[in-house]
């Protein structure tokens, strides 16, 4: 009698139903052995980095592990867009500190207004992305000063969602200094919540910098996250230390912790496009 | 007369709820059976005249039964039922045994020289109920308070893996617990 | 309506679910099984209790006795399943048994 | 003491509730709309804003429906129509002033009961698809139950306490004079969070979170959809509204009549949950089920003893 359970095991390991491959079991965090389902997530959806896939191995929801992977980056020649003053200043062409700031400030406020949606905090989250294209559209800096600095303080002032994502992703800045991370990833050292309180107060920094029509600093090439002029582009260090912080956190984490890294897919045609530039 | 048709309705969902139970492959199909099941014995209770009892039996089954699908989900091979098989032992003997069964208690129903009502039902049972729990029948309602009690210690103990010494190092002095998932005192 | 009627639809539930916890290999789907013959002896009682003593208020408390049996039968239940699972990745009676040896 | 409503109330319930859904609806998307866009300029073009909801109706009217593999479509549906058929069901023993379509002796065990249904329905709604996103929604809301639903239970059965009596009517009544919310305020803070939580929305949405793509709702399209998320709409609209003949007195007031009270107390209730909502992001299970069993749970059977002994004393 027993052989009918040991077969219906077997029969577990082989089948095909409806054309789908069925779920087979493997060791996980909370020792159960329980089904593991292959999910791909992305390369589109809502609040995602766009093109970026994660072959997640989930067991419950939670991702055991995790294979990063993106759509091919047309070689166009077309600078990435959050990063394009910065990587003019380097070919030598004039820009504007002011240019630089909007675009920084409208990074952050992008990459924040994403993290908040997958927070789930509606109402900041369509704050930060209202303000964001305003800035980005060249409003006066009066026009925008006080509504974003007050957003910046609800953000910072709430307790509810420090509650939600401390501990989130934890990347201290040794860790993210070996992989190669650079910017605010690195400068925050700890965890999502650290990373978004650096976008805000780098995005409050910015402001000075608004309609100041000087040209760009020589030295200042780091772009919303982090140095263009490296060997590599930023959001690739982004990606490499994406499958270390996913590894055992919950499918709800792991979208927080994705956004709260919010690498840029774009930037991986940098390295082409520089390459170029320097030839 | 819509007592009657109640009761028969009921009835026949009970039964058929009952029997689709063991005849689903679909483990999710098998435990919706029978909750259907025993939400129509919530409603039989209810026109008995048991309203509270009734009203928290179909309470209870409900929550019962979607967690129970939690765990045929997880615990099942071919939860969705997607791939016919069963998994049964001795089919025919059960089938015997509780065919006879069946035949014994209803020859007893049938032949048995029930008592006629004696008395009538109280304005409000689920006060008699209370009355009598937290009265006469004090002993039982203890002993089902520390069945209760004892059954959540059990089943904590059977199903975790990880003890306090586990979550807060050998001296228990950490100050927060080694979890692989943080919880929301911040402890 | 009649307490023989009653009483028959509790025997028939409470054989469906004999049945069930007498061929299935399952541990899960044998404490169906069990809930169902629960569910029919909760049958039973009320309708003893309406039909033969409603005075008194010993049949529902057979009610309550059943309905906490049932919780309780179902904790342990998964809570033993689990920890089989977790030691052996068996989740059906017979594999349980050939534990023993 | 109420009174037994006439049939026509039944008829009236369920459209009474859809129109207070479909106006709260509204208001939650003017708010929203005030966020995405800036405040609105003119009436009309907030009359524009708080009507999207309704054109959002229209529109999954006429929307194909969705098909998946190797799905299971009779527990899928059947978890769809579960919800606002729960939510009527709950409805049923909410008095409008001093009168419910029914006002049965375990009313308040009725309505958790009804409610209830809403763990299954989220979860037949989140497995029917075959979709790992929306199967993750499903099973979010259970945690969510498990969170929620004890100190919930331990919310209600203090009102009861407080006036010895299963019967929603009866609860009415003992708050002539004193609301049970001067004296169970912990209670009524916890019914409030456990609204929102069976209701999965707003800082609750866990189960149908952005995160997951829309968790259970995921696959839902045209009237499935409709019909889910309208019956959270009259989920959310049914529990808010009976957090006012437990705790705020039903339709006791000077001047105006029960129903105007009641209709009041209630849009209170409801303006509070929405814009309370637009502070919070959503409570992810895994940190609220620690708050909840640590701190809640506690806390309401502390409440509770306070009430049993000032009972016993009266």
Known sequence: MGHMGHMGHEMHTMGQVAGLPMAERGDDRDELRLDQLHVPIGPALSNWPAGLILRLTLQGDVVQDVAVDHLRVPSVHRLPFWDEPWLRAAQGEKVTRDRAARRRCAAHLDSAGRLLAVVGWDDVAARCRRLRDEVLSGAPREGVDGDLRRTVRRVGRSRPLRWSIAGLGELSADRARAVGVTGPALAADGDAYNRLLMWMSEVERGLDGLDDARPLAPDDRTGPRGRVDGPRPPSQALLDVLPELLTGAEFACARIIVASLDPDLDELALASVSGAAHA | ?187 | MSLELFLLLAAALFSIGLFGALTQQSIVMLMMGLELMLGGIIVGAAAVWHYIAPAAADGQVLVVLAVTVMAVEMAIGFAVVTALFRAREVDMTDMAAELKE | MPDAAPLWATVVLPVALAVAAVVTAGFDALLSGSAERGSARTVREAGLRAVAPLREALRLLVQQPRRTTAADRLLGRLGVVLVPLAAVLAGAVLPWGFRAVSDPSVGIVWFNAMEALAWAAVWLAGWGPNSALSLIGGYRFLAQGLAYELPHMFAITTAALGAESLRVGDVVAAQEGLWFVVWMPAAFVVYLLSALAMAFWGPFEYPLSRDAAGGAATELAGVDRLVFLGGRWLLLVVTAGFSVPLFLGGGQGPLLPGWAWTLIKTAAVLMLLVAGRRALPVLRMERYMEVAWMVMVPLTLLQALFVAVVVLNR
């Open chain 2, 1 to 187: 007369m819509l007592d009657d048709v109640i009761f028969w309705v009921l009835a026949l969902l009970a039964v058929a709820g009952g029997v689709m139970v063991f005849r689903f492959d679909s483990m999710a199909r098998a435990t919706y059976a029978l909750l259907t099941s025993l939400l129509c014995v919530g409603g039989e209770v209810l026109l008995l005249g048991l309203d509270y009892l009734g009203v928290v039996i179909v309470l209870m089954m409900t929550i019962e039964m979607a967690i129970m699908a939690v765990f045929m989900v997880m615990y099942m091979m071919n939860p969705a039922g997607l791939m016919p098989m069963t998994m049964v032992h001795n089919k025919k003997g059960a089938a015997v045994i509780c065919a006879a069964v069946f035949a014994v208690l209803a020859a007893g129903i049938l032949l048995a020289p029930w008592p006629s009502r004696r008395g009538k039902p109280s304005d409000d049972p689920t006060m008699d109920l209370g009355l009598s729990l937290m009265g006469p029948q004090m002993l039982t309602m203890m002993t089902l308070g520390l069945a209760l009690f004892a059954t959540i210690v059990a089943t904590v103990v059977l199903a975790t893996r990880r003890g306090r010494y586990d979550r807060f190092g050998d001296d228990l002095k950490a100050r927060t617990a080694d979890d692989a998932v943080r919880g929301g005192t911040g402890r």
